[in-house]
């Protein structure tokens, strides 16, 4: 049952194949004997996911439900769960429990009707591009469990891939759901800016982060996001806007479609193995009927540095409500207000987060804001203007998810500017506010040795805001001739 799509499932449900209640089990026993080798999940929720798949079934009985009716899934633990530990993958929050549910989690598991199979692992705070950073410890690659499975939404990553969850919730600040998508050989999507709510959902920065899907096909993601999508009025940021249908559009053509092709993302620097898969990629979706065209985005490779002060400051300013008192982890036995404050934090936080907020208290601090705050926002304006126009010339812009295939666990945490370096071709879309998507478009293998793995790249596909029914259209006519997205990683079968 874990290698049936959502579509698949649904159908399976309805015709009696075999109960919500018998399909939950299946994914319960699977997490049970295989989760110890990767270490996806924070928190299972076994005892919940099986009243939901009564209730699913109970539904289902009386002809009635939805697509996702009894369909197990899991969240990123960054959305809040009503009586459910709540922890963003740090020792802040260990013991919270979130008395409400966030705005995704209600409409997947009250109003959708999926079952919720548990809280997966993630980067502290979504802060990391390896999930080498949780206080729970690293999540594992199901292809190769010596390396990351990408970040922040590695343990969603890994769940799919390993067929613990039929498809997980993400968030993206910077490329938390398109490069662990790209690390696992799956399809993840970053919606636009404001179309799915951050009602519920723990911030780190505030005008970058945006909830998403990681599932194992571009159908499966229009499922999800089809309900996820939509205005929150508990959301201030939140576009009013109607929800296009993403999955009746799913098998439109792609005659006449402009794909751009970026000088920026195609340089000498690109790892030659993986421009090779990104290119024939390009080729098969200009057979399918698209051109192809060279772009400049002339600003984009200024989006690693902008981010990195804009998002710390951000970072900074969220994370001050953690500080023993109001939120969080409370250090014991201090002798005075301040103390506790430190003591707190400094034991609540890990390293990670730790330099994030120092970063970002400094480029906030009076005499630095205009020197490298009020810049990084100025850059970034202009990387949006480079997408603007670029959009007036073509449709979509492909290129390259991540520099390289999984790397080994340990080999980039002594070195964060090599570990921020992963976002290289993700950050610019949530600078700008953009929808984007990766799909996985091919293998390489991990090094030069004779018995180097072969490990999944993906192909990265960036659309002018609220396109996202375009974009998945694109990945799902990309999938239909190929057959990337079928594969399964050994063990894991």
């Given at each position: 049952?874990?290698?049936?799509?959502?579509?698949?499932?649904?159908?399976?449900l309805?015709?009696?194949?075999?109960?919500?209640?018998?399909?939950?089990?299946?994914?319960?026993?699977r997490?049970?004997?295989?989760?110890?080798?990767l270490?996806?999940?924070?928190?299972v929720?076994?005892?919940?996911a099986l009243?939901?798949?009564?209730?699913?079934?109970?539904?289902?009985?009386?002809?009635?439900?939805?697509?996702?009716?009894?369909?197990?899934?899991?969240?990123?633990d960054?959305?809040?769960?009503?009586?459910?530990?709540?922890?963003?993958?740090s020792?802040?929050?260990?013991?919270?429990?979130?008395?409400?549910?966030?705005?995704v989690?209600?409409?997947?598991?009250?109003?959708?009707?999926?079952?919720?199979?548990?809280?997966?692992?993630?980067?502290?705070f979504?802060?990391?591009?390896s999930?080498?950073?949780?206080?729970?410890?690293p999540?594992?690659?199901?292809?190769?469990?010596?390396?990351?499975?990408?970040?922040?939404?590695?343990g969603?990553?890994a769940?799919?891939?390993?067929g613990?969850?039929?498809?997980?919730?993400?968030?993206?600040?910077?490329?938390?759901?398109?490069?662990?998508?790209?690390?696992?050989?799956?399809?993840?999507?970053?919606?636009?800016?404001?179309?799915?709510?951050?009602?519920?959902?723990?911030?780190?920065a505030?005008?970058?982060?945006?909830?998403?899907?990681?599932?194992?096909?571009?159908?499966?993601?229009?499922?999800?996001?089809?309900?996820?999508?939509g205005?929150?009025?508990?959301?201030?940021?939140?576009?009013e806007?109607?929800?296009?249908?993403?999955?009746?559009?799913?098998?439109?053509p792609?005659d006449?479609?402009?794909?751009?092709?970026?000088k920026?993302?195609?340089?000498?620097?690109?790892?030659?193995?993986l421009?090779?898969?990104?290119r024939?990629?390009?080729?098969?979706?200009?057979?399918?009927?698209?051109?192809?065209?060279?772009?400049?985005?002339?600003?984009?490779?200024?989006?690693?540095?902008?981010?990195?002060?804009v998002?710390?400051?951000?970072?900074?300013?969220?994370?001050?409500?953690?500080?023993?008192?109001?939120?969080?982890?409370?250090?014991e036995?201090?002798a005075s207000l301040?103390?506790?404050?430190?003591?707190?934090?400094?034991?609540?936080?890990?390293?990670?987060?730790?330099r994030?907020?120092?970063?970002g208290?400094?480029?906030?601090?009076?005499g630095?804001?205009?020197a490298?705050?009020?810049?990084?926002?100025?850059?970034?304006?202009?990387?949006?203007?480079?997408f603007?126009?670029?959009?007036?010339?073509?449709?979509?812009?492909?290129?390259?998810?991540?520099?390289?295939?999984?790397?080994?666990?340990?080999?980039?945490?002594?070195?964060?500017?090599?570990?921020y370096?992963?976002?290289?071709?993700?950050?610019?879309a949530?600078?700008?506010?953009?929808?984007?998507?990766?799909?996985?478009?091919?293998?390489?293998?991990?090094?030069d040795?004779?018995a180097?793995?072969a490990?999944?790249?993906?192909?990265?596909?960036?659309?002018?805001?609220f396109?996202?029914?375009?974009?998945?259209?694109?990945?799902?006519?990309?999938?239909?001739?190929t057959?990337?997205?079928?594969?399964?990683?050994?063990?894991?079968?």
């Amino acid at each position: 049952m874990h290698r049936l799509t959502i579509k698949e499932l649904s159908a399976g449900l309805r015709a009696k194949k075999f109960s919500a209640r018998e399909l939950t089990q299946h994914f319960l026993d699977r997490i049970a004997r295989l989760d110890s080798r990767l270490n996806a999940y924070i928190t299972v929720t076994a005892e919940q996911a099986l009243a939901q798949a009564q209730a699913a079934d109970a539904q289902l009985a009386r002809g009635a439900g939805g697509p996702l009716t009894g369909v197990p899934i899991a969240q990123k633990d960054i959305f809040c769960t009503r009586g459910v530990r709540t922890s963003c993958g740090s020792k802040m929050l260990d013991s919270f429990i979130a008395p409400y549910d966030a705005t995704v989690v209600r409409n997947l598991h009250q109003t959708a009707g999926a079952t919720l199979l548990g809280k997966t692992n993630m980067d502290e705070f979504a802060m990391g591009s390896s999930n080498e950073t949780s206080f729970y410890g690293p999540v594992k690659n199901p292809w190769d469990p010596s390396r990351v499975p990408g970040g922040s939404s590695g343990g969603s990553a890994a769940a799919v891939a390993a067929g613990l969850a039929a498809a997980a919730t993400g968030t993206d600040t910077g490329g938390s759901i398109r490069q662990p998508a790209a690390l696992t050989n799956l399809t993840g999507v970053k919606p636009t800016y404001g179309r799915v709510s951050r009602y519920g959902m723990i911030a780190f920065a505030s005008s970058l982060d945006q909830a998403g899907v990681l599932a194992r096909s571009a159908a499966d993601a229009a499922c999800l996001l089809q309900t996820m999508a939509g205005f929150d009025p508990l959301d201030s940021t939140s576009v009013e806007r109607p929800v296009e249908d993403y999955v009746a559009q799913l098998g439109a053509p792609l005659d006449g479609l402009r794909i751009g092709l970026p000088k920026e993302y195609f340089s000498a620097d690109l790892e030659p193995r993986l421009a090779q898969c990104v290119r024939q990629a390009v080729d098969e979706l200009e057979r399918l009927g698209a051109r192809l065209r060279e772009i400049n985005l002339p600003n984009v490779g200024l989006s690693v540095p902008a981010y990195y002060v804009v998002a710390p400051a951000e970072a900074s300013s969220n994370l001050s409500r953690y500080d023993g008192v109001r939120f969080g982890h409370r250090a014991e036995g201090a002798a005075s207000l301040e103390a506790l404050y430190k003591r707190s934090r400094g034991e609540g936080f890990g390293a990670e987060v730790q330099r994030r907020i120092m970063v970002g208290t400094y480029v906030l601090s009076h005499g630095y804001y205009d020197a490298y705050y009020l810049k990084a926002q100025r850059v970034r304006r202009l990387i949006s203007e480079d997408f603007r126009q670029a959009f007036t010339e073509v449709d979509v812009i492909a290129g390259p998810t991540a520099p390289g295939p999984a790397f080994a666990l340990g080999a980039k945490t002594s070195d964060p500017v090599a570990m921020y370096l992963n976002d290289l071709y993700t950050i610019a879309a949530n600078l700008a506010g953009l929808p984007a998507l990766s799909v996985g478009c091919g293998f390489i293998a991990a090094d030069d040795t004779p018995a180097a793995p072969a490990l999944p790249v993906g192909l990265h596909l960036i659309g002018d805001h609220f396109s996202e029914a375009r974009l998945l259209n694109v990945a799902h006519r990309y999938q239909q001739v190929t057959d990337w997205h079928t594969r399964r990683p050994a063990g894991f079968e």
